[in-house]
């Protein structure tokens, strides 16, 4: 209780949270890095996704295949990066590291939302003259859409948790809060970092908790 308390008073102090090492600076570099690596990871898992899903050819070897990278650690692929010319670029390593790490469940949620389209309205769509990419954007993309959603959703959270190993690799975020309290031995200081994280996850679920409620529902239309 000690150990929460001081990290409260942590939190609370004002000092912390102004100035390039405050908690404001950090929490605005965490989020940029967490849309800059949903943003680059989204413009190339869903294209494929929804291509693959609507031809329904190859979509199963992709998905198993970008599900091979969930079994390597993040933190590994950093590492190795960074040991790369990669490494020369700033915070190269830590992009090209979890844009690797959020690929996977956005391909495979928006490729599994497209085929459980009901395969009924694909043919009364097709039936009625419509066009392959008119089926794609007007019919399957609209009923796949909560499962695509839900995908984002995942790979945000995750890249909101993982990208704290962006302070590993000098990198900003609210890690340097964490490596911070590690290097002065200041354990309120790295519960404090923990907190922030676990708080800012758990925003970032609630608006894509919100955004799938509004989505269209399967089969609405």
């Known amino acids: 209780m000690n150990t929460l308390a ?7 102090d004002s000092a912390h949270w102004a100035g390039d090492d405050g908690v404001w600076h950090r929490l605005t570099q965490h989020l940029v ?21 609507h031809l329904g050819k190859g979509g199963a070897l992709a998905v198993n295949i970008s599900n091979v990278g969930r079994a390597i650690p993040t933190f590994a692929v950093l590492v190795l990066l960074l040991l790369t010319p990669i490494g020369k670029w ?11 790490f959020a690929v996977p469940p956005l391909l495979t949620n928006a490729y599994v939302g497209m ?21 794609l954007w007007r019919v399957e993309v609209p009923l796949a ?11 945000a959270v995750q ?3 993982t990208a704290t190993i962006a302070a590993l690799a000098g990198g900003g975020g609210l890690g340097r809060i ?15 970092g923990a907190i922030l994280v676990a708080v800012f996850a758990l925003l970032v679920e609630a608006v894509f908790e ?12």
């Open 6 to 12: 001081d990290a409260w008073d942590w939190l609370t």
């Open 33 to 53: 890095l967490t849309v800059v690596c949903l943003v680059i990871s989204c413009l190339i898992a869903l294209p494929v996704a929804l291509v693959l899903g």
């Open 90 to 100: 700033g915070e190269g390593p830590t992009v090209v590291a979890l844009v690797l």
């Open 115 to 135: 085929r459980e389209v009901d395969r009924d309205v694909v043919r009364a769509s097709r039936g009625m003259g419509m066009t392959g990419r008119q089926m």
């Open 145 to 155: 859409m909560p499962m695509i959603l839900n995908g984002v959703r995942i790979a």
């Open 159 to 161: 890249l909101v948790a």
């Open 178 to 192: 964490i490596t911070a309290g590690f290097n002065l031995a200041s354990t309120p200081q790295v519960v404090a």
């Open 210 to 221: 919100v955004a799938e409620r509004l989505a269209p529902k399967r089969g609405a239309r």
